[in-house]
């Protein structure tokens, strides 16, 4: 039974480029959830959807930040422009598709680091 | 705005004893709550949870209390192991019937125990 899935685990982007984070939710679970943790910080909301449709995206950033979970696929959150304050570990969360708040499955992270 | 606080940044209990991790929240519509445990370099891995509808939830060595007039919550080990050293991160939820929800973390606590 393969957990959440997601790669790469380390990213290293030039300031200016663009990052592109994957996940691939476990079996049988439609919710994406993607939170960041800064240095010395808790994890951080930043989006949540389910297949094709972003259902609260309160904690991302209004620029630069994307994110989808497409039909077929892996769910992608994408960075343009990656800036210095960017560098972070990128966690992924899934949960079954449900009409109540169930436990959260977290990948192992994508630590990005910007240059 | 912290709405999920952990006071104690750090922790450190002798093996075989009880180790209590606090956690303080302000968000009153917050009914579910859960605690997980991180490893280094790993994403964080669900341990116990408890809805507001509880005052005490247990699973074998770990213990969550729920005092929600003070808006407080503990998780206590024991006993503890060498192998519970890690960083715990509370982190609660507004439960929408319906529909799954975004979690809300603390900053977390790094327990270690010690021989």
């Known amino acids: 039974n393969a957990g959440v899935m997601q790669n790469p685990r380390h990213l290293v982007r030039r300031r200016g480029q663009e990052a592109r984070l994957r996940c691939s939710p476990m079996?049988?679970?439609?919710?994406v959830y993607w939170y960041r943790q800064l240095p010395e910080e808790g994890l951080k909301f930043m989006v949540y959807?389910?297949?094709?449709?972003?259902?609260?995206e309160s904690g991302m950033p209004k620029e630069r930040f994307s994110a989808e979970f497409p039909k077929e696929g892996p769910s992608i959150l994408r960075i343009q422009q990656v800036v210095r304050g960017d560098s972070a570990a990128y966690f992924c969360?899934?949960?079954?598709?449900?009409?109540?708040?169930?436990?959260?499955?977290f990948g192992p992270g994508t630590r990005l680091t910007v240059t | 705005d912290q709405q999920v606080k952990q006071n104690s940044p750090s922790l450190s209990v002798q093996e075989g004893r009880i180790s209590i991790l606090n956690c303080d929240y302000t968000?009153?519509?917050?009914?579910?709550f859960l605690w997980y445990k991180k490893y280094p370099a790993e994403g964080p891995t669900f341990l116990i949870s408890?809805?507001?509808?509880?005052d005490k939830n247990e699973d074998g060595r770990f213990t969550v209390f729920l005092n929600k007039s003070a808006k407080h919550l503990s998780l206590h080990i024991v006993p503890s192991q060498p192998g519970d050293s890690a960083v715990y991160f509370c982190?609660?939820?507004?439960?929408?019937?319906?529909?799954?929800?975004?979690?809300?973390f603390g900053t977390g606590t790094r327990l270690q125990v010690t021989l």
């Open positions: 969360a899934s949960s079954p598709n449900s009409d109540y708040i169930e436990e959260q499955y």
């Open positions: 959807l389910q297949k094709e449709n972003i259902i609260d």
């Open positions: 968000n009153s519509m917050f009914d579910y």
């Open positions: 079996k049988g679970h439609s919710h």
């Open positions: 408890i809805s507001s509808i509880k």
């Open positions: 982190a609660a939820s507004a439960q929408r019937t319906g529909t799954a929800s975004k979690l809300t």
